[in-house]
């Protein structure tokens, strides 16, 4: 299975600020996504990034408010923008590699809003 | 709403014993996969299933797939103390593209 590395591993922003989480992988893979884990909650899909080209998004999630950039096969970087605490959370890259169908998780960035 | 949803939602177990959770869907998917989570890190792969598939083993894991009820569920057999986690249901339904909606979770307490 892959190696998946996300930075930061955890962070506490003020509100109306953005952050961007790197997401790493140590193989190239077919597809990779981003989702958002709240408070005491399950997972939620945002978006798939698309490899060179805008991301596919999630409904009740935009663009502006995620921008996604995927520049290659191993990486991807999401960004949280003009934080409110209401975006406190874990978020979470995932990836299927080559010729599988097993999606494998990050270690995920722990998002605290003040 | 997820498509996903597993009961229970919460289970308490001695250790030693075996711990048995479900997860219900309702569309037709191609897999299933089960997940751990400790403590809100990030989730560890379990096992997958297909959706030709009706039992998978992995070590202490027993994973069943029944389509005609759209439900699957994970026995954890022999549960240590280290079984403490968060366990979550992911399908991908056909023509989804890999996308995962997940279940709920149920959430494992396993007391030495």
């Known amino acids: 299975s892959a190696v998946i590395s996300q930075k930061p591993s955890r962070d506490i922003c003020q509100r109306g600020t953005s952050l961007t989480i790197q997401c790493q992988v140590d193989s190239q893979v077919t597809m990779m996504f981003w989702y958002r884990q709240q408070p005491g909650q399950s997972l939620t899909l945002i978006a798939t990034?698309?490899?060179?080209?805008?991301?596919?998004?999630e409904s009740g999630f935009v663009i502006d408010k995620f921008p996604i950039s995927r520049p290659n096969l191993t990486f991807s970087t999401l960004t949280v923008s003009n934080m409110s605490p209401e975006d406190s959370s874990i978020y979470l890259c995932s990836v299927v590699g080559l010729a599988e169908y097993e999606q494998y998780f990050g270690p995920g960035t722990r998002l605290t809003v003040t | 709403s997820q498509q996903g949803e597993e009961d229970p939602q919460a289970l308490s177990i001695q250790e030693g014993e075996n711990a048995t959770m479900n997860c219900s869907y309702k569309?037709?998917?191609?897999?299933l996969q089960w997940y751990r989570q400790n403590s809100g890190r990030g989730l560890v792969h379990l096992i997958l299933?297909?959706?030709?598939?009706r039992e998978k083993h992995s070590g202490r894991l027993r994973v069943t797939l029944d389509t005609s009820k759209k439900s699957s569920s994970l026995l954890i057999t022999a549960s240590r103390a280290a079984d403490t986690a968060s366990y979550f249901c992911a399908t991908d339904a056909v023509a989804a593209g890999n996308k995962l909606t997940f279940g709920g979770g149920t959430r494992v307490l396993v007391k030495p």
């Open positions: 569309t037709s998917i191609n897999n």
């Open positions: 990034a698309n490899q060179g080209s805008e991301a596919t998004y």
């Open positions: 299933i297909r959706s030709n598939e």
